[in-house]
């Protein structure tokens, strides 16, 4: 059983940047894609990025590409979101997860963290 946490999240202005950190225990991420995801209030959970196991491939939803960028250190059992050029569209709740393959729907999500808030005042 994995469990993931995420950490990273705040207050920041629109323009600014944070990086989001998830971290691992209870298992090797090496085995797992892993994918974050946001909610905002009243929304349903939408795709952000996700990452093969390797770190090679990745994939972003349109919104985001460009601005953020999703990446892993297996050795250190740790998952990452760098978000630049952050938007009031951006607030919501950012979870990450892990899946057997790299995937955009959250319906192959097999583990969840408790998710990290991230608010950009305009």
């Known amino acids: 059983q994995v469990q993931l946490v995420e950490s990273g999240g705040g207050l920041v202005q629109a323009g600014g940047s944070l990086r989001l950190s998830c971290a691992a225990s209870g298992g090797t991420i090496s085995d797992y894609a892993m994918g974050w995801f946001r909610q905002a209030p009243g929304e349903e959970r939408e795709f952000v990025a996700a990452?093969?196991?390797?770190?090679?491939?990745?994939e972003y939803a349109g919104a985001v590409k460009g601005r953020f960028t999703i990446s892993r250190d297996n050795a250190a059992n740790t998952v990452f979101l760098q978000i630049n050029n952050l938007k009031p569209e951006d607030t919501a709740v950012y979870y990450c997860a892990a899946s057997t393959f790299i995937a955009t729907s959250p319906l192959f999500y097999n583990y969840w963290g408790q998710g990290t808030q991230v608010t950009v005042s305009s």
């Open positions: 990452i093969d196991w390797s770190g090679r491939g990745a």
